[in-house]
């Protein structure tokens, strides 16, 4: 199993939800390959009590994409991604650790919709 830290510190994550989007703080964002599934993951951490509701809304409504915007989360997923490019058969999954709980997603579509924003539709 490869596995890669991103970015230890705080990156900013924007959640998309059918009416609604919030941002949150996330850290220990990491990229591995797991039985052939690329699979990229955080923990959130919220930093403001608005952030603390908008961690209740993740738990509680469907999310239908994040946003990443993080240059270095970026360019070393981009690195890695390449570099086990041969590794990945079964495509890629999100995991969102929150509250002591693993909200594990299978991502239907990751895109660059610029250099510095990945967005990814669950």
Do not use: W
Not at 21 to 50: C, E, W, Y
Not at 60 to 71: E, M, Q, T
Not at 81 to 102: D, F, H, P, V, W
């Amino acid at each position: 199993m490869a596995d890669q830290s991103l970015r230890k510190g705080t990156s900013t994550i924007y959640f998309q939800y059918a009416i609604t989007g919030h941002k949150m703080g996330a850290v220990d964002t990491r990229v591995a390959v797991v039985n052939g599934v690329a699979l990229l993951k955080f923990k959130v951490q919220p930093i403001t009590d608005s952030q603390r509701l908008d961690e209740n809304y993740l738990h509680g409504h469907a999310l239908l994409c994040v946003h990443i915007s993080d240059k270095y989360v970026l360019k070393g997923l981009r690195r890695f991604l390449a570099g086990q490019s041969t590794e990945i058969s079964n495509g890629m999954r999100l995991e969102i650790y929150s509250r002591n709980k693993t909200l594990s997603f299978p991502v239907k579509q990751a895109q660059y919709r610029r250099e510095s924003l990945l967005e990814i539709t669950l």
